[in-house]
T-cell receptor
Framework: SAVISQKPSRDICQRGTSLTIQCQVD?????MFWYRQQPGQSLTLIAT?????????ESGFVIDKFPISRPNLTFSTLTVSNMSPEDSSIYLC?????????????FGPGTRLTVT | GQQLNQSPQSMFIQEGEDVSMNCTSS?????WLWYKQEPGEGPVLLIA?????ELTSNGRLTAQFGITRKDSFLNISASIPSDVGIYFC??????????FGAGTILRVKS
């Protein structure tokens, strides 16, 4: 199984600022996913990040607001730009389990973001 | 997009009781997954189902892929305090995208 770490684990930020969240995996993976989990809600996919190509964003999420980098097969970053209180959420990265369906995903512990 | 309806929304049960929860969709799924999220953690995959009618166990957990391919069920036998958490069903919407249900919150009285 893959071990995934995220930094920071939590942060409190002022509106109008940006925060970059890091996701590190202990093994090489093809696909990395970024999710948002709003308070008391389910998970919503923001984008899929493959190494060497632009991230693919889901409806309702745009690159200017959530730029993503994927410089290699073990690391990715998600930036939450020009934050507002509505961006207060848990942000989770996940990876697909090698050798199986892309739906069997391992999740990181999440980054708990509060925007004031 | 597709929506998954989970029920019940929450459960508060006595330790030792069995638990049943389900997930339904208006569309056919070819894969069903069940995840558990504990407070302060990311979801953890419990069971993956790939064939209609399939029944798969993982310890005290048993999940079934409904024969209509529009539903799935998760049962937990003899619940214990560490079963506390939120249980999410999930399925592929398109491409690599997973869609998640709203979750069932499980609380266990010891």
């Amino acid at each position: 199984s893959a071990v995934i770490s995220q930094k920071p684990s939590r942060d409190i930020c002022q509106r109008g600022t940006s925060l970059t969240i890091q996701c590190q995996v202990d093994s090489q993976v093809t696909m990395m996913f970024w999710y948002r989990q709003q308070p008391g809600q389910s998970l919503t996919l923001i984008a899929t990040a493959n190494q060497g190509s632009e991230a693919t964003y889901e409806s309702g999420f745009v690159i200017d607001k959530f730029p993503i980098s994927r410089p290699n097969l073990t690391f990715s970053t998600l930036t939450v730009s020009n934050m507002s209180p509505e961006d207060s959420s848990i942000y989770l990265c996940s990876v697909d389990k090698p050798g199986t369906s892309p739906y069997e995903q391992y999740f990181g512990p999440g980054t708990r973001l509060t925007v004031t | 997009g597709q929506q998954l309806n989970q029920s019940p929304q929450s459960m508060f049960i006595q330790e030792g009781e069995d638990v049943s929860m389900n997930c339904t969709s208006s569309s056919i799924f070819n894969t069903w997954l069940w995840y558990k999220q504990e407070p302060g953690e990311g979801p953890v995959l419990l069971i993956a189902l790939y064939k209609a009618g399939e029944l798969t166990s993982n310890g005290r957990l048993t999940a079934q892929f409904g024969i209509t391919r529009k539903d799935s069920f998760l049962n937990i036998s003899a619940s214990i305090p560490s079963d506390v958490g939120i249980y999410f069903c999930a399925g592929p919407e398109y491409g690599n995208k997973l869609v998640f249900g709203a979750g069932t919150i499980l609380r266990v009285k010891s």
